[in-house]
T-cell receptor, first 114, second 112 residues
Framework: GDSVTQMEGPVTLSEEACLTI???????????LFWYVQYPGEGLQLLLK?????DKGSNKGFEATYRKETTSFHLEKGSVQVSDSAVYFC?????????????FGKGTKLTVNP | EAQVTQNPRYLITVTGKKLTVTCSQN?????MSWYRQDPGLGLRQIYY???????DKGDVPEGYKVSRKEKRNFPLILESPSPNQTSLYFC???????????FGPGTRLTVL
């Protein structure tokens, strides 16, 4: 079945450091890929997405490129801020036999210190 | 304001006492889904619905029921809750799977 593996946290960085959170997936066909962010005490919000190979999703300074050859969708940001502290989830959406569902990774907690 | 609402936000109950968590969206979305979030396990899908009267099991459906009688509502029913259903539950909706999924604020359930 479909699955998503993302790097385990927690990740602790200083403000203005570079961030990479690795995400790889296993799926047949051509899934859509997502990064969601969960701020403390809140629900998940879509951060960015890519729907086909080589697409780059970007938002709020974050980027991720859909790499079919390496089955990866790593999240990157060049300079993190304290306000980026949150849990980040990689996810894929795949059409299976007429049914669709979203599969999430386990999440990576990021803490950014001033 | 476009939103997904869940009620209650917090609930403490006892084993075996039936409960319902409501979910409602005001965006006319076809797709709705329920997830549970547990430490170290991330989010796991319980049930989803592609449209009215169309529901299907996710990865962890045991012990849960859902219904989709109206497009805007997708209640989660626990007929006989057990302590292993203590979790944080999220409802979500989307126009199609490749569009953004909007999440509710979550319901923290404790079963004693």
């Amino acid at each position: 079945g479909d699955s998503v593996t993302q790097m385990e946290g927690p990740v602790t960085l200083s403000e203005e450091a570079c961030l990479t959170i690795n995400c790889t997936y296993t799926a047949t066909g051509y899934p859509s890929l997502f990064w969601y962010v969960q701020y403390p005490g809140e629900g998940l919000q879509l951060l960015l997405k890519a729907t086909k190979a080589d697409d780059k999703g970007s938002n709020k300074g974050f980027e991720a490129t859909y790499r079919k050859e390496t089955t990866s969708f790593h999240l990157e940001k060049g300079s993190v801020q304290v306000s980026d502290s949150a849990v980040y989830f990689c996810a894929l959406g795949h059409l299976q036999g007429g049914s669709e569902k979203l599969v999430f990774g386990k999440g990576t907690k990021l803490t950014v210190n001033p | 304001e476009a939103q997904v609402t869940q009620n209650p936000r917090y609930l403490i109950t006892v084993t075996g006492k039936k409960l319902t968590v409501t979910c409602s969206q005001n965006m006319n979305h076809e797709y709705m889904s329920w997830y549970r979030q547990d430490p170290g396990l991330g989010l796991r899908q319980i049930y989803y619905s592609m449209n009215v009267e169309v529901t299907d099991k996710g990865d962890v459906p045991e012990g849960y029921k859902v219904s989709r009688k109206e497009k805007r509502n997708f209640p989660l029913i626990l007929e006989s809750p057990s302590p292993n259903q203590t979790s944080l539950y999220f409802c979500a909706s989307a126009g199609t799977l490749n569009n953004e999924q909007f999440f509710g604020p979550g319901t923290r359930l404790t079963v004693l």
